[in-house]
């Protein structure tokens, strides 16, 4: 672990599953805007560089590897964060759906089901139930999850997705929790809301573009055939729709599952 240790400024924005395409780009776009970063993951050393990175950059950077399906890492990832400043942004990014392609719903064990779900859904209710109530005392907070337009269902063979079912399952379920918890917060100043993304490649290294890239090149073909605009969208350009989600400008957003897809939906 390691962090920034210069004064603390007010306000910080907690993003996990900062280490991969998405998460990364959200960094740098919120960094862009003036605020302050605190990146979680499971792994070190992408967290590690890009911190650095954003400080190289003039912004404030802090980090901390955490599960963010278990409650305590959650925790204590949180409240390290809060030593540093006020938590105004939380922007749940982790996310996934395993490795291994599963389509028939009687290839699914508990096992995998569970950990799509816990990785996906229950890793946002641990963030947003250790962030929420901070930012209901200041009567100040922006909230964005991760969804996927996947949440409705895709056909076809499974390519880029894994457990697809399960995946599909926590993606739909987030957007419940968002339209909920956003009528629950909205008397308190707190905006909630998340972004459904169709196929979105990163830089070359991330993990959906090695998925991607390594599928036989008809598969990849009949993918981008299917997206209106005929190619994948970029990390930034979801960046840039999460940026303006968790700016004062959004003030009167919240509750909504926003495509980001090119006209796929």
């Known amino acids: 672990m390691a962090a920034d240790t210069t004064p603390a400024e007010p306000r910080w924005a907690f993003v996990t599953g ?3 395409g998405i998460g990364a780009a959200v960094c ?3 960094a862009a805007q003036g605020m302050a970063v605190f990146l979680t993951d499971l792994d070190a050393a992408p967290l590690e560089d890009l911190a650095a990175r954003l400080r ?7 980090w901390r590897v955490a599960d963010v399906t278990d409650a305590a890492q959650v925790a204590a990832a949180v409240a390290e964060a809060e030593r540093l400043g006020r938590i105004d942004a939380l922007v749940n990014i982790a996310g996934g759906s395993g490795p291994t392609p599963v389509r028939a719903i009687e290839e699914m064990d508990e096992a995998r089901w569970r950990a799509v779900l816990d990785l996906n859904l229950t890793s946002a209710f641990l963030c947003c139930r250790a962030v929420v109530p901070g930012m209901r005392a200041r009567r100040y907070g922006r909230v964005v999850n991760l969804s996927s337009t996947v949440a409705r269902g895709r056909r076809g063979p499974v390519t880029t997705q894994g457990a697809r079912l399960a995946y599909a399952a926590a993606k739909a379920a987030l957007l419940g929790f968002t339209a909920q918890l956003a009528k629950d917060e909205a008397p308190h100043g707190i905006t909630v809301n998340a972004v459904m993304p169709a196929l979105i490649l990163a ?31 970029e990390a930034h350009e979801v960046a ?14 919240s509750g909504v599952g926003l495509p980001i897809d090119g006209a796929f939906l």
């Open 18 to 20: 900062a280490a991969g």
């Open 28 to 30: 740098r776009r919120l």
């Open 56 to 62: 190289d950059s003039g912004a404030r950077a802090a």
């Open 203 to 233: 830089e070359q290294g991330s993990r959906i573009r090695a998925r991607f890239d390594a599928l036989p090149e008809e598969a990849r073909a009949a993918m981008l055939r299917d997206l209106p605009m005929g190619r994948a969208g």
């Open 240 to 253: 840039a729709v999460i940026g303006f989600l968790c700016s004062d400008a959004a003030s009167y957003v």
